[in-house]
Structures are given as C-alpha cells and as structure tokens.
C-alpha cells in the first residue's frame, strides 16, 4: 500500500464531482500513513512520498509537477491568495518547511533540490540545491536530469 496511490485516487474522485468519496481516501491517508494530502491539489505523474508520506502536510492551493520526491515530515504551506507551484523533476528532502511570503504564492522551479532540515521562504529557482535553516540557494544543480534520486 503506497499514500500515493490513495492521493491520486482522491484528487481524480474530486475532480469529477465525488466530493464524498475524495473525502474518504483523504482521512484513510491520514489514520493509516499520517500524511495530510488533499485532493483538491494539481497532482502530477509519478510523485513519490519517501517512507509513505509519514507526517507529510500539504496546502490545498499547491500544483505539484512530475517526477517530484517528498520525504517525510515536509510541510508545504499555500495561501488562499492563489496557486502555488512545485515544478517537475523537483526533490525535497525530510523535515523541509515551504512557506509562503507575504502571503503570495510561490514557486519551486524546475529541477530544483530542497535539503533535508531546511526552511524556504517564498521562491526556489529552477536547477538549483537550497539548503539551511533560512534557505538560499548556494549553488546551481549540476545535473538537472539526476535530481529525482529515489
């Protein structure tokens, strides 16, 4: 049993109109793997949740790319002031808080790594490794094709 699998599910119920049933598969995530994973999310393909999602919480108001890696007890923050956006091919590591600032959306670009422990404050560029308590992007990431390690 993967959270992912669940998520997905949830997120194509709501998207045709069984709001029950997204409901369901949303609290089955949470009491069986402890992840809070909307389903009114923009969910892309092939998202994987390192160590199934334990403590993962994600913000309704966030559009996840392909081929994204969440380890566990990241918290993703969103605003009710618009979308937010996690691009493809974007891994962020365990304990990683994502918050808005000022209340504005945000965005991960593209190829992007979030390390382990970090907290990010507003936007992430693309091809870059961010890493730190109050996270900045030190260098650019060498090899944009191998920053979705499983």
Sequence with gaps: ???????KLSTLCYR??????????KTFNYFIFR???PYEIELGENVSLWHRGLGVVIHPNIAIGDNVSIAHGVTIAGTVKGMSHIGNNVTIGSGVQIIP???QPFTVG???IIGAG???IGDVP???ITRGERAVPRTSNP???SSNVS
Excluded at 1 to 7: A, G, T, V
Excluded at 16 to 25: D, E, F, S, T
């Design 118 to 120: 970090s907290t990010v």
């Design 110 to 112: 593209e190829n992007a």
């Design 101 to 103: 600032r000022r209340e």
């Design 1 to 7: 049993m993967k959270p992912e699998l669940f998520w």
């Design 35 to 37: 992840a809070v994973l």
């Design 16 to 25: 045709r109109g069984w709001v029950i049933p997204a409901k369901l598969l």
């Design 126 to 128: 693309a091809s870059s």
């Design 143 to 145: 090899s944009p094709t």
